[in-house]
């Protein structure tokens, strides 16, 4: 998952906010860098979504100004233990900026907003063949959890 051709970025030079319409580019770009090809006019609908929902959270990284990174976040009530888990359902980090600090810093501030939005826990999902990203999960403190199984629903 990293280059090594970055040098670590000091957690200064990130920073961290709330994604909005006019940054529809950006989030289509890293949407598609995760694997999930999307428009930019898609991005924008999909923003305005996660803006008009107090349970989630779409927060984007720039370094040096440009954005390289994006996380979104999902509450949700977990009623085998009676609390609320805080899911990340996406995080990427550009390729140029991996390696640098920013997946770890977008990680440490779910973790912020989870304990401030009450949740007890926080979860990540990863598709089984990112394999670099369970090592960089594994390494930021997470432990491997429940098996998910998914069946696919149609259009």
Known sequence: MTTGAQPQADAADIDLRGAVPA????????????????????????????????????????????VCGLMALDYMYYLPLDTTTCRVTALVVSPDAQGRGVGRLLLRDAERRARTGGAARLEVTSAGH?????????????????????KLLGD
Request: hydrophobic share 45%.
């Open 23 to 66: 940054d529809a580019d950006d989030v289509a770009a890293l949407l598609t860098q995760l694997g999930y090809p999307c428009e930019p006019a898609d991005a924008g609908e999909r923003i305005a979504t996660v803006l008009h929902n107090d349970r989630q959270a779409l927060v984007l990284a720039r370094l040096d100004g440009a």
């Open 130 to 150: 990112r394999t670099e990203a369970h090592a960089f999960y594994r390494a930021c403190g997470f432990s491997d959890g429940a098996v998910r199984f998914v």
